[in-house]
């Protein structure tokens, strides 16, 4: 997608990969409306982009209630905002384990990271259809592709998403909609810090697997060179990524590697 004069509307955009790939995408002429919980980290993200020159604005709202995702569609569609694209970076990880979870908390990640995502996507995609077209992109990981000790839930939330993007994708090529799914491997973010635990609450750990992760500003450069050649799946960080192709091609390997491997 050539993102010239284009509205791209960016969830997770207060901290991470979101606000990193907001900070790259305002290098070009787009109109940027950027969206999570934390209004005042949203508000810093918005500085730094239009200091870059672009225009952006603030809709901050709650991906795990439903009434505030359609809250948020609504402004859109009342300000009579035509959405370009959506990138969905927003999401919580886990650390805790099957036995030790609650369902509760399993819940609380599907909400997150699955039903508030597609819920936006499903308050966007009909306009989308009627202005001719459109890009969604959808942050999974690469515990999106196979699963991963003391991140069960996560994992299978974001294996969830395949399943609806590629769903979705095979229904609406005829309508122009392009749908790019994000694997990233581990970025360094606050995404361990911020993880839920058995308890619902916050983990607030930066793990040594993700303080050692890929630098955020490079995973963003490389994101948005993908997105705007608008891959279908967009694989990226440091050497733990070859993990997707040790699960597909060597199985028998993955197995023996998953169940030793440090989670932290
Ligand atoms: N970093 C990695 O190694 C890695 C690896 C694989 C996949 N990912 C995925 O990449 C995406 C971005 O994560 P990150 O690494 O950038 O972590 P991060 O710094 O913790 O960012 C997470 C973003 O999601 C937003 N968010 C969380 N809960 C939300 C909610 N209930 N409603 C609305 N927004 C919410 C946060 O905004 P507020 O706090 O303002 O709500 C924040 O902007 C996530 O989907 C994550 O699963 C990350």
């Known amino acids: 997608m050539d993102f010239t004069g284009k509205t791209i509307w960016i969830t997770g955009a207060s901290s991470g990969i979101g606000k990193a790939v907001a900070i790259e995408l305002s290098a070009y002429d787009v109109k940027l409306i950027l969206s999570g919980r934390n209004e005042k980290a949203l508000k810093e993200t918005e500085r730094q982009c239009t200091q870059n020159g672009c225009s952006a604005i603030v809709l901050p709202f709650d991906l795990g209630n439903e009434q505030s995702v359609k809250n948020a569609a609504d402004y859109i569609y009342k300000n009579k ?30 909400e997150i990271n ?101 630098a955020v500003e490079k995973c963003a450069k490389i994101i948005c060179r993908k997105l705007k050649k608008e891959k279908k799946e967009i694989l990226v960080g440091g050497t733990e990524v070859v993990m997707v192709h040790i699960r597909r091609f060597l199985p028998r390997l993955y197995y023996y590697m998953a169940s030793r491997v440090n989670p932290l």
Do not use: C, W
Not at 88 to 101: A, K, L
Not at 176 to 205: F, L, M, W
């Open 81 to 110: 905002i035509k959405v370009d694209a959506l990138y969905q970076f927003g999401g919580i990880s886990q650390r805790s384990f099957v036995h030790e979870t609650p369902v509760s908390v399993d819940r609380k990640i599907f």
């Open 114 to 214: 699955y039903f508030g995502t597609i819920a936006l996507t499903k308050l966007v995609l009909p306009e989308m259809i009627k202005n001719g077209g459109g890009h969604l992109a959808v942050t999974s990981s690469i515990v999106g592709k196979f699963g991963f000790p003391y991140r069960s839930s996560y994992s299978a939330s974001k294996q969830a998403l395949h399943g609806f993007y590629e769903s979705l994708r095979a229904e609406n090529t005829k309508n122009n909609i392009r749908v790019s799914v994000i694997i990233p491997g581990r970025i360094k973010t606050n995404i361990s810090v911020n993880a839920v635990n058995k308890d619902g609450k916050t983990h607030s750990k930066m793990d040594e697997g993700q303080d050692t992760g890929m």
